[in-house]
C-alpha cells in the first residue's frame, strides 16, 4: 500500500490532464489508485481470514528450475527477438512460460500462447502503431 501511495503522490505532482487529455501524471495516477485499490482488498481479505499464508509446497530444485529456465527464455527471446520478429518469437515464449512455469497441460498452454501473442500483435502493432522489427517473414 505504500508504494500505492507514493505512485499516487507523485503523479500528483505532474500534470494530471483529463480523461479526453491526459497529462503525463494520469497513467501513474491510474495505475497508483488500482494498485491501492487492490492491495488494501487483499489486506482485508487476509485479515477477515485470520490465518498466515500457507507456505507452497513445492521443492527448491523445482522453483531452481523454473527460474534458470525463465531467465534463459527471456534472454533467448531478447536476443531473437530483433532479428526472427514479434510473433515467431512471442508465440514460443508464451507457450513456455505457460507450459514449464504455469504448469498447463499443452493443449492450454498452445491455445495461451497463440492467443496471448495475437492479441499483443493486435493491441500494439495494429491499433497503437508500435513499430516491431518484421524478421525474415514480414511480420
Given at each position: 500500500?505504500?508504494?500505492?501511495?507514493?505512485?499516487?503522490?507523485?503523479?500528483?505532482?505532474?500534470?494530471?490532464?483529463?480523461?479526453?487529455?491526459?497529462?503525463p501524471?494520469?497513467?501513474?495516477?491510474?495505475v497508483?489508485?488500482?494498485?491501492?485499490?487492490?492491495?488494501t482488498?487483499?489486506?482485508?481479505?487476509?485479515?477477515?481470514?485470520?490465518?498466515?499464508?500457507?507456505?507452497?509446497?513445492?521443492?527448491?530444485?523445482?522453483?531452481?528450475?523454473?527460474?534458470?529456465?525463465?531467465?534463459?527464455?527471456?534472454?533467448?527471446?531478447?536476443?531473437?527477438?530483433?532479428?526472427?520478429?514479434?510473433?515467431?518469437?512471442?508465440?514460443?515464449?508464451?507457450?513456455?512460460?505457460s507450459?514449464?512455469?504455469?504448469?498447463?497441460?499443452?493443449?492450454?498452454?498452445?491455445?495461451?500462447?497463440?492467443?496471448?501473442?495475437?492479441?499483443?500483435?493486435?493491441?500494439?502493432?495494429?491499433?497503437?502503431?508500435?513499430?516491431?522489427?518484421?524478421?525474415?517473414w514480414?511480420?
Amino acid at each position: 500500500m505504500t508504494a500505492a501511495a507514493l505512485i499516487i503522490f507523485g503523479s500528483l505532482r505532474l500534470q494530471l490532464g483529463a480523461p479526453q487529455n491526459p497529462g503525463p501524471g494520469f497513467l501513474p495516477f491510474l495505475v497508483g489508485t488500482l494498485l491501492l485499490i487492490l492491495s488494501t482488498a487483499l489486506l482485508v481479505r487476509s485479515l477477515r481470514d485470520g490465518r498466515e499464508n500457507e507456505p507452497v509446497k513445492s521443492s527448491g530444485s523445482a522453483k531452481s528450475i523454473k527460474l534458470f529456465g525463465t531467465v534463459a527464455a527471456l534472454l533467448l527471446f531478447a536476443f531473437a527477438f530483433p532479428h526472427l520478429g514479434f510473433l515467431p518469437t512471442t508465440i514460443p515464449l508464451m507457450i513456455f512460460l505457460s507450459r514449464v512455469v504455469g504448469e498447463l497441460n499443452w493443449k492450454i498452454s498452445l491455445t495461451i500462447g497463440m492467443a496471448t501473442s495475437f492479441f499483443m500483435y493486435l493491441l500494439f502493432k495494429v491499433w497503437l502503431k508500435v513499430q516491431f522489427p518484421t524478421g525474415p517473414w514480414g511480420f
